[in-house]
């Protein structure tokens, strides 16, 4: 499972694609404040969300499902709607969550709306993107409770929000950037755990948002959508009081958990850009489930920058969502 195309002295993006990172790149960095906070009114000007839709849009109905109003933590659920609630064919459920650097975004954002829509109708899949808590004003490991809670909410309430056919039993957890990372931990608190009907069998690991006290190459060498300084903001708004090799954040490192003694931890497919800073980290991630004695896959798109797969326009995009069905298809046809 590898994209080998020749890589480039720089990324192939078409001008829309490159206009579009150039003004979020500029808000972004315009709404961290030097005191540690958010301009969040600024970022409403880029932040544009879609509603929910009980009625199909392509194939595709929404909802969104309170999980606990006085954290304002709900999901937005994704149902195809090309086979009938009633059919006898079971629907994987793949838990999202989206990217962000733990600080921007939100599940009903018109970018990570468009994803999961994509993502239900091509694998067909109930999809379940969560609103986690956002940092500074909600710090670690605020999203990581949030993560492992909404899992618990599927688990134990099932039956009035999920269609009939709807597999508990083949759960995937899914993510880019700072959304794998938190896919990557609440899949660790979930093989230590046990559900009623819920199995995690597998893992969607798309450009992890990963770091630690050192500098690699690739952060060095690049800094398009990701940089050092960004990163090193990030990362104190999110863990103030730790330092970058803490387990959550260099999760392969001197302090990484000990995950070969987890059974249940699921299988593992990790996606890395060519000209993504956090490349080295992804790669040292996918090293370390290896030796950890993990089922793990390593997908490569040598000419792709950070966040690349939430641009339609571009055709690695679309690839991608035909690597990971065909990552879910491996799974659950070893699990049967």
């Not at 009903?108 to 109930?126: E, F, M, Q």
């Not at 999760?251 to 080295?280: H, M, N, W, Y």
């Not at 997908?299 to 571009?314: K, R, S």
Request: charged fraction near 25%; aromatic fraction near 10%.
């Amino acid at each position: 499972m590898e994209m080998t195309n020749k890589p480039q002295k720089s990324p192939s993006l078409p001008w829309k694609t490159r206009i579009t990172l150039l003004v979020l790149s500029v808000v972004t960095d315009a709404s961290r404040r030097s005191d540690g906070t958010v301009n969040r009114s600024l970022l409403k000007f880029v932040n544009l969300k879609a509603p929910p839709n009980a009625k199909p849009i392509k194939g595709v109905k929404t909802s969104d499902v309170t999980v606990d109003p006085s954290r304002n933590l709900w999901f937005r659920l994704f149902v195809p709607t090309t086979q009938p609630p009633s059919s006898s064919s079971p629907l994987p459920i793949i838990v999202f969550f989206h990217g962000g650097g733990f600080i921007y975004l939100s599940a009903d954002s018109n970018a990570y709306d468009a994803v999961c829509r994509r993502y239900a109708r091509r694998l067909s899949a109930v999809v379940v993107s969560v609103n986690y808590r956002l940092a500074p004003e909600h710090r670690y490991p605020a999203q990581y409770d949030d993560g492992f809670d909404v899992l618990k909410f599927i688990d134990e309430n099932k039956i009035p929000f999920l269609p009939e056919n709807a597999d508990l039993s083949c759960c995937f957890l899914a993510g880019d950037s700072a959304g794998a990372n938190l896919a990557h931990h609440v899949a660790k608190r979930a093989s230590e755990s046990e559900f009623r009907q819920l199995k995690v069998i597998g893992l969607v690991a798309i450009q992890p948002f990963f770091g630690g006290e050192e500098r690699t190459e690739s952060e060095k060498r690049l800094s398009q959508v990701v940089s050092v300084e960004r990163t090193d903001w990030m990362w104190k708004a999110f863990l103030p009081e730790g330092d970058r090799d803490h387990e959550v954040i260099n999760v392969s490192g001197p302090r990484a958990a000990d995950i070969s003694r987890l059974e249940k931890f699921p299988a593992t497919v990790v996606v890395v850009g060519g000209f993504d800073a956090l490349q080295d980290w992804q790669r040292k991630y996918y090293d370390w489930l290896k030796s950890s004695g993990k089922e793990a896959y390593l997908l490569e798109y040598p000419n792709m920058v950070h966040a690349f797969y939430v641009f339609p326009e571009l055709p690695e995009s679309g690839q991608l969502i035909t690597q990971v069905a065909d990552f879910i298809r491996k799974i659950q046809a070893s699990k049967k």
